[in-house]
């Protein structure tokens, strides 16, 4: 991330700081690994996209869940995740399933969360 992302980064995330770090190692992690990926901070998410979105990072809506300074990964992919990491999934149309994560640390980033954000991408991609 440059310098103008990450100070948009840090004023996203004005006054919560754990969840500003908690981004910044989630994203280090996610740009390692897809390397191509472009990081638009907006005003009510951080979307992750190349050609097409395939991710983003909000605060969850939930009160109980900002206040343990988590974040929520949104990703969209062809099928319906069957793992006890997903809060939420929903099918907004056939095909596309799209999923609600919760972050805690950045741990939570691991192989399996990392081959879920590459499907995603590979997905994102695919689409015409």
């Not at 990450?6 to 770090?21: C, H, K, S, W, Y």
């Not at 190349?50 to 939930?62: E, M």
Request: charge should be positive; charged fraction near 25%.
């Amino acid at each position: 991330m440059d310098e103008t992302q990450t100070l948009a980064l840090l004023a996203f995330f004005d006054g919560r700081p754990e969840e500003a770090a908690l981004a910044r190692a989630l994203l280090g992690g996610i740009l390692s690994a897809l390397p191509e990926t472009q990081v638009q901070v907006q005003k009510t998410q951080i979307t992750l996209k190349h050609r097409h979105v395939f991710a983003a990072l909000s605060l969850p809506r939930r009160s109980r869940d900002r206040k343990d300074h988590k974040l929520t990964l949104t990703l969209g992919l062809a099928r319906r995740l069957d793992s006890p990491r997903v809060d939420i999934a929903t099918e907004p149309y056939p095909g596309r399933w799209t999923h609600h994560l919760l972050v805690s640390t950045p741990e939570d980033l691991d192989g399996q969360l990392l081959a879920w954000l590459q499907e995603a991408y590979a997905f994102a991609q695919s689409k015409r």
